[in-house]
């Protein structure tokens, strides 16, 4: 089996080398420069070295050398594969040390194939006998200090143009990026005007149920436009955060519904009763697509509290508290301590507009479990999907 040296700093190149000669029945050592590749060498000559130019310690130009002039290497085949900037005088050098060939990188792995060949068949017919006119020792070092200085200087051309061509490239990418900063800032401005005007026009909505209410004489029709108002209201309430908040994309839940509760008890405000809020709600960052529903649910349920739960007490308490829970998602409970429920009521098949906006929103727009407990006041209990709170 024909053993094969590969020499080269790039181990890429030194992989897709082996991958082709392993597999078509050669033998392969592999060195990452000229000095690692003599020891390997001295140590088990090589039929052929195939090596770079380029490289870190010693390079190609040295490790052909010092394997052509020595009595126990120099019957190996040597091969230039390289992509160091051909110049005719280097080919030259090359040649009057004893290269075989000199190859520019890249190259079809047929056509290597078929020049490892052929140089193989020329050391077969006698090619290892012949004798090689070597420069003298003064001249090759000084043209391989020229060869060298060309490369270094051809290297460092190519270099500076990659360097000219990143630079472009970084400012390119600095234009873009100011660019697309104030994109953004823009649609941040036009989306909190967006909500601004909203919640706007929610409020004068809100405005023309109060006016044309009061021209109610029918009790319960000025009870039903005041509904309607209150959950016109929460929806704009929601709109009013975003608008104020620095994330147009979610809103805290713990800002989120301590401010809803706490409006909606200045709205019922009564004489009557004094109406005390309890929160117990972590800082739960939640997307849109929960805040707005969940504000008409919250509504209701506090609402039905202010309005039917504390009748005839002095005080009463709502209290509202909501987690994360890792096997049940997110947990709203919302109750009051108030009278609670007549024992032969059952809220889940009440027909009235608020459960059934709570029931709706709950079971089928978020997906989530309602409960509902009367045995002290009245307790909601909200359980929703997991995936409507932002991580």
């Known amino acids: 089996m024909k053993k094969i040296l590969l ?14 000669l392993t597999h078509n029945g050669f033998a392969v050592e592999k060195a990452s420069n000229g000095e690692e590749a003599l020891e390997l060498a001295r140590k088990n000559t090589p039929d052929m070295i195939v090596a ?18 020595d009595p126990l290497m120099n019957k190996a085949a040597f091969i230039f594969y390289t992509a160091s900037y051909l110049d005719k005088r280097d080919e030259e050098l090359a040649l ?28 077969q017919e006698g090619k290892e006998d012949s004798v090689i006119p070597f420069p003298r020792e003064k001249d090759y070092l000084r043209e391989h ?7 270094l200087e051809k290297k460092i051309e190519q270099l500076n143009k990659t360097r000219l061509g990143l630079e472009v490239e970084v400012q390119v990418r600095k234009r873009t990026a100011e660019e697309l900063k104030a994109s953004l800032v823009e649609k941040d401005i036009l989306l909190k005007e967006l909500y601004h005007r909203t919640k706007n026009n929610l409020q004068v909505i809100v405005g023309l149920f109060d006016i ?15 509904e309607m108002s209150n959950r016109i209201y929460s929806m704009s309430m929601v709109h009013d955060l975003l608008y104020r908040t620095n994330n147009l994309s979610e809103l805290k839940l713990d800002l989120f519904l301590s401010k809803l509760a706490t409006q909606l008890i200045a709205l019922y405000e009564t004489d009557r009763t004094e109406v005390s809020l309890e929160l117990g709600i972590a800082s739960i960052p939640v997307n849109l ?13 506090i609402s039905n509290s202010l309005t039917y739960a504390f009748s005839g007490q002095a005080k009463g308490q709502i209290t509202i508290k909501a987690r994360r829970d890792g096997e049940n998602g997110l947990v709203l ?45 009245l307790v909601y209990t909200l359980i929703l999907p997991d995936m409507l709170a932002v991580d």
């Open 7 to 20: 020499v080269d700093d790039k181990p890429e190149n030194l992989y897709l080398l082996e991958t082709l």
């Open 52 to 69: 770079d130019v380029l490289m870190p310690v010693m390079d190609g130009f040295e490790l052909c050398h010092k394997v052509k002039t």
């Open 96 to 123: 009057s040390l004893g290269v075989d060939r000199y190859l520019l990188k890249p190259q079809d792995p047929d056509v290597l194939l078929k020049v490892f060949n052929e140089v193989f068949d020329e050391y």
């Open 145 to 151: 200090n020229e060869s060298l200085v060309r490369m």
């Open 212 to 226: 044309q209410s009061r021209k109610m004489a029918d009790k319960s029709i000025e009870t039903v436009f005041k």
């Open 289 to 301: 697509q929960l805040t707005v529903p969940l504000s008409l649910v919250i509504n209701e349920i």
């Open 333 to 377: 409970i919302i109750g009051d301590d108030g009278a609670g429920l007549e024992s032969n009521y059952s809220p889940l098949k009440s027909d009235s507009l608020g459960m059934h906006i709570i029931r709706t929103i709950v079971e089928n727009q978020l997906s989530g479990e309602l409960r509902i407990d009367s045995t002290e006041g």
